[in-house]
């Protein structure tokens, strides 16, 4: 099992800057992939961001530019560093442990992102 924790979530004013944190734990395993994703109330969960144990990152096309994604390998901690944030980008944010050798994922309980206008 791995278990997330992530931080860092908040209300923060459009324009603004907010930085999350995941933390796994347990049994982690590498060759890996960790993730951040956002879910609105009656939408679909969206990427946001992954990136390898590697150091190979993607991100969805409407993050680019605002989104940096990195990790910490000996933490096993990823970071979501979120700038010029807008009202839209309002969701609760979900980090994801993908196990490449247990060809499982893992998922946080999610941690709230308030833009306000």
């Known amino acids: 099992q791995v278990q997330l924790v992530e931080s860092g979530g908040g209300l923060v004013q459009a324009g603004g800057s907010l930085r999350l944190s995941c933390a796994a734990s347990g049994s982690i395993t590498s060759p890996n992939r960790m993730g951040w994703y956002r879910q609105v109330p009656g939408n679909q969960r969206e990427l946001v961001a992954d990136i390898t144990s590697g150091g190979i990152a993607n991100y969805a096309d409407s993050m680019k530019g605002r989104f940096t994604i990195s990790r910490d390998n000996a933490k096993n901690t990823v970071y979501l560093q979120m700038n010029s944030l807008k009202p839209e980008d309002t969701a609760v944010y979900v980090c994801?442990?993908?196990?490449?050798?247990?060809?499982?994922?893992?998922w946080g309980q999610g941690t709230q992102v308030t833009v306000s206008s």
């Open positions: 994801n442990f993908d196990d490449f050798l247990r060809r499982f994922i893992f």
